[in-house]
């Protein structure tokens, strides 16, 4: 059974910092680019960042590029996203999603259709 489980959401004050987890199980990890994602209430879904099959390509919204690391550790089978500087705007339930990907360069842009979904992790950001 393929799986994608988040941790480390919460509530965290503007300025803070979390790290969240995606543990994936029930496929061939290293063969699959790995996406965050999130979505806000009344808003349409956002991708964040994503990394490579090997994790030597990574890539970062604008919105995020400086505060946020995406990083992997094959042997885990895992995939992180720390996050800094956290602001009130990115509060979200964040997603990871695995795409089979053959090359060695990832993107969450809209129209690449990710393979599999996490059921996703609430972060909320006070202000």
């Known amino acids: 059974e393929v799986q994608l489980v988040e941790s480390g959401g919460g509530l965290v004050q503007a300025g803070g910092s979390l790290r969240l987890s995606c543990k994936a199980s029930?496929?061939?990890?290293?063969?699959?680019?790995i996406g965050w994602f999130r979505q806000a209430p009344g808003k349409e879904r956002e991708g964040v960042s994503c990394?490579?099959?090997?994790?030597?390509?990574?890539n970062y919204a604008n919105s995020v590029k400086g505060r946020f690391t995406i990083s992997r550790d094959n042997a885990k089978n895992t995939v992180y996203l720390q996050m800094n500087s956290l602001k009130p705007e990115d509060t979200a339930v964040y997603y990871c999603?695995?795409?089979?990907?053959?090359?060695?360069?990832?993107?969450?842009?809209?129209?690449?259709?990710?393979?599999?979904w996490g059921q996703g992790t609430q972060v909320t950001v006070s202000s």
């Open positions: 029930g496929f061939t990890f290293d063969d699959y680019a």
């Open positions: 990394i490579s099959r090997s994790g030597g390509t990574t």
């Open positions: 999603a695995a795409v089979l990907w053959g090359g060695l360069a990832c993107s969450v842009a809209a129209g690449i259709e990710y393979d599999y």
